[in-house]
């Protein structure tokens, strides 16, 4: 059975060529809307398997939508498209919980790779993207985050968080307890005072946990 996907877009024609591309990739596009404050409802009437959305948008943008949707639907694949590749714009999706931050003028290829990454549990980030963010993260005010020093059995956790991994997987992985990994993620957002995963993977970049090239 192909993936359901509810598509957000406020241009017309746009959410037809990509509705057009996704049947072609086999996709269903099970609902559409134009603007970031449908996505919610229409989430909730159809239980996708993704999220589609445009970033700027007349009335909601899309990172504004992107949090009423993360509130609800923590672990849903949300894919962002964005005319911008500026940074600022990058690491606020990747803050936000974003799944996916795909440029509209991308090929089809790299909107069937991004797809088919978000929609196994992992996170997708151009080339083009994963430069903008590596000059986010080099740039003399980045994130702030704290840089205490961790065990080594919290920056196992840390790796495979960062790898798009579900506690159950980690657990699985480290032969530990699924408590024990929630336990472990838990100390881990306390003592570095983050508080979401998106978080958690900047941190991760940036302490060479985790290289984006390979994310």
Request: no cysteine.
């Amino acid at each position: 059975m192909s993936a359901r996907i509810v598509l957000i877009d406020d241009h017309t024609l746009v959410r037809a060529g990509i509705r057009a591309l996704l049947e072609e990739l086999d996709y269903q596009v099970v609902a559409e809307g134009n603007d970031g404050d449908q996505a919610v409802a229409l989430l909730q009437q159809h239980q996708p398997d993704a999220l589609i959305m445009d970033i700027t948008m007349q009335r909601t943008s899309g990172f504004e939508a992107l949090g009423a949707v993360r509130a609800q639907w923590p672990t849903l694949p949300v894919m962002l498209l964005s005319m911008h590749d500026t940074r600022d714009f990058v690491l606020k999706a990747m803050q936000l919980g974003a799944s996916a931050y795909l440029l509209k003028d991308a090929a089809e290829l790299e909107l069937q790779l991004a797809l088919r990454s978000i929609l196994g549990g992992h996170r997708y980030l151009s080339p083009r993207i994963s430069g903008q963010l590596i000059e986010a993260l080099n740039s003399p005010t980045p994130v702030a985050v704290a840089e205490e020093a961790l065990t080594n059995r919290q920056r196992e956790v840390l790796y495979w968080l960062a790898k798009g991994k579900s506690n159950k997987e980690i657990a699985f992985t480290l032969g530990l307890s699924v408590k024990t990994v929630d336990t472990h993620r838990a100390q881990l957002m306390e003592r570095l005072g983050i508080r979401d995963l998106a978080g958690l993977v900047i941190y991760a970049v940036r302490q060479g946990v985790i290289k984006v090239d390979n994310y």
